[in-house]
């Protein structure tokens, strides 16, 4: 490892201005966080001029969406931690921060319920034929009831890949609303986790394509990237309901293009996309199928929830000054 490039002097006149640490807000947080920030914090945000600054003058820095690349970690004099909002961190060069001793803290778990509610709005919406059903309308005519058929989920399973805090909400979710049987596949979680919760643990992946509904909460790394391609595709049922609500690149979007055109699959959910947001130009192919409900990446696009995990990096941040 790289020594830490932090350096003793003391910190830029700007931090002892007000009595409290300095904090760089470099994204637009919810107006609620931003008036927290500001009781914990001297605040220079995204309209101040010093922002440019960040990189020579930050000790603590607060993110959302924007990146943080090596580039900028090497040109950081006194930089201690990043506090993100969300739970991705794929946008921070970590290795550069570890090398650099500087902490990340995001807000894994806050989300959850937010981003299962999606999930099962993008299922119902798929299984439902809500899309479909609604371009025919947009295309004048009256449609007959008899022309829609869609799939009842109670009593369907659902497998989760991966079974972390989201994975779990939906979980409970489907076994609430559906009484679904739930099939979880995670090779990193003990044999006896969701001890609470009836499941039945895959050991594979696929077991959990036996499922009627397949939902993804994994995050984007090589082992997962093309986890979901045409061999795995084919092995599901023409039933079948894919959502992927976790993070473009997990499921090979063309291959699931030819799936759909082939009728592998009743219908795909996708809140995440390889192109985000996603255009019309990059997803005419995918899209053409009426079985695909596609978002931008919402899943925790509540006001509640910005609020909430705004809050929680901003606290996480001060937590970690105040053990210091």
């Not at 984007?220 to 473009?248: C, D, F, H, W």
Request: net charge neutral; aromatic share 6%; glycine share 8%.
């Amino acid at each position: 490892m790289a020594p830490s490039r932090i350096d003793s002097s003391p910190e830029p006149q700007l931090e002892s201005q007000s009595g409290k640490p300095t904090v760089y807000l470099i994204d637009e947080y919810h107006p609620e966080a931003v008036k927290h920030c500001k009781t914990l914090f001297n605040v220079i945000g995204p309209q101040d001029p010093e922002i440019k600054n960040w990189r020579q003058n930050a000790r603590y820095l607060l993110v959302k969406g924007s990146s943080v690349t090596e580039d900028d970690i090497a040109q950081t004099k006194h930089l201690r931690a990043i506090g993100k909002q969300g739970v991705g961190i794929e946008k921070i060069d970590a290795a550069a921060c570890k090398a650099a001793g500087i902490k990340i803290f995001n807000t894994p778990g806050i989300n959850a319920t937010a981003v299962a509610e999606l999930v099962l709005a993008l299922t119902m919406s798929v299984a439902r034929e809500i899309r479909p059903i609604a371009l025919r309308q947009e295309a004048g005519g009256a449609i007959a009831k008899a022309t829609c058929s869609g799939l009842i989920l109670t009593g369907r399973s659902i497998g989760l890949i991966g079974m972390g805090n989201i994975s779990r909400r939906v979980a409970e979710i489907f076994r609430g609303a559906f009484g679904s049987h739930i099939i979880a596949y995670d090779p990193f979680l003990p044999e006896d986790a969701w001890s609470d919760l009836p499941h039945e643990r895959a050991t594979t992946v696929d077991q959990v394509l036996s499922a009627d509904v397949i939902s993804i909460h994994v995050p984007l790394v090589k082992e997962t990237t093309n986890l979901i391609s045409y061999p795995q595709l084919q092995r599901m049922k023409s039933t079948s309901v894919l959502i992927n609500a976790a993070r473009g690149g997990i499921v090979n979007e063309s291959d699931l293009a030819r799936a759909l055109q082939e009728g592998l699959i009743w219908g795909a959910g996708l809140d995440c996309h390889m192109q985000e947001p996603p255009t019309k130009d990059m997803y005419a192919k995918l899209w053409s199928s009426p079985r695909v409900v596609s978002t931008p990446h919402i899943g925790a696009a509540t006001d509640q929830t910005q609020m909430e995990t705004a809050k929680a990096a901003v606290d996480n941040l001060f937590e970690f000054i105040k053990q210091q």
